[in-house]
């Protein structure tokens, strides 16, 4: 062959060599850069481990009814852990696939009672924007600005009745405008609620009628409750008697670490308000950079202590209640009441704060 031919077999063949490797590198970083079965931040890996406890603690009520003492409060936990981590995957998904996320999202709503769907309109686009403000479905002061422990313990009743307008809302909506998310709310029902009739059937199959349901009532009926009320519990005391039109005032964080640990950093709201896409995990660093600028009385170092101050001392000694920091949410800068009609929210709405939208 003459040499002219034998450079141009070189190119084609370095050529050759350079797409191969570079399809190769590209279906390599695919596969093994960012697998979609993975978590997008390493600290999920332990939201992972506790997804999966769920059903092992849920499941052994069912093969031990005996053991109901010791682990039905394991499964409270565990439920509140789901409504926890079903919030943090709305706002930053775990994942990187799609259709991984959604899955996800089905298996934490058996454990904490509720379609994932419901945080985007009441949560995302709803409180996120409005920060217990008029129009905000779950404002603190709705009937009225006192914080006591009857107010505190029925506002779960009172904040849910005003989110199932804004979350049927978003459901008409997304029948009308939006049908890709309209079947994706109605599979999320359709899993929660099958998988639920699917528990019980088991439970009674097992253990008979009375027995089944009893199990069935403390492995997942009570823990999802429980789940559901505390997760408006917390929203109440993070933003009871806090400033919403304060840049750093408008939410009350909880800094104990080990409360913060058991609950995904869940205490530090106030960062998690100022970045709501952040991963649950960041939310340390961010907390740190506007501590300094928060009012005191909205750094609370334990949960416990602030129930125990709120709820049993300020009844007789008021000055351990809270009080007002700054402006309250009903008094606005404009001098315009604002209605406390649920503000609306648009099922096509997309954002930072809509990303599973
Ligand atoms: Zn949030």
Redesign the pocket.
Known sequence: MPRGGTAIMGIFEARNAFHSWNSWSKWCRKAYASPPMLPRYSADYRTIVWALLMPVFALTQYARPDLILYLSPVSFYLAMCAGIMA?NHN?CPTFKSRSVNGFFGCWLSVFYGYPTFAWIPT??LN??KLVNKAGDATITWRFTDRHNAFVAGTYFFVSAYYQSEPIKAYIRKARKSNRALFRQIVWQYVIWGGSHALLIALAVTLLGFFTGLKVWIFAFGLPAFFALWTMMFFNYVQHVHTDPWSAHNHSRSFTGKLLNFLMFNNGLHAA??EQ?GANWSTLWGLHAKIEGEIHPDLKQKSFWWFCAKSYLLAPIMPRFGTHQVGRAPFDSPTGDAGELKTDEVDAVESGVNAVMA
């Open positions: 919030h706002h949560h995302n409180h996120h998690h308000h709501a």
